[in-house]
């Protein structure tokens, strides 16, 4: 059974696998869910209690989701494209689902370094 990151408050409850949530993005004291299929729900979380029941639901597997910054959560399984210069990030499921995000040159800097680091750790070398 895939593990699901539950968000309840009031009289709403918005249930997500894991492996389908793609980000989250702040907007004032509420965010944005967004998920592979393309949908977002707004929810009357700010970001920093989204991740923290990332982390607290989901333990070792919300090790896939990264904060970038105040505004932003990703799943790092989508990472497609990242180009510090224009201050690009896109995150991509390759099978239609494709979002184009900004963050600034230092967090994408770090996350493209990140990355390569993931790479090389299981590869023993970087991909290209």
Do not use: W
């Amino acid at each position: 059974m895939t593990r699901r990151i539950i968000i309840s408050k009031g009289n709403e409850l918005l249930r997500v696998p894991y492996d389908c949530l793609m980000y989250v993005s702040s907007d004032g004291n509420y965010s944005n869910v967004v998920t592979v299929d393309g949908k977002s729900r707004l929810v009357s979380y700010q970001l920093g209690q989204i991740e923290d029941a990332i982390n607290d639901q989901l333990g070792d597997d919300g090790m896939i989701f990264l904060r970038l910054g105040r505004s932003l959560i990703i799943n790092t399984e989508f990472i497609h494209f990242i180009d510090v210069g224009r201050q690009q990030l896109i995150l991509s499921d390759c099978k239609g689902s494709f979002h184009e995000l900004t963050a600034s040159k230092e967090v994408l800097a770090k996350l493209k370094a990140y990355v390569e680091s993931l790479e090389k750790g299981n590869n023993g070398q970087t991909r290209r």
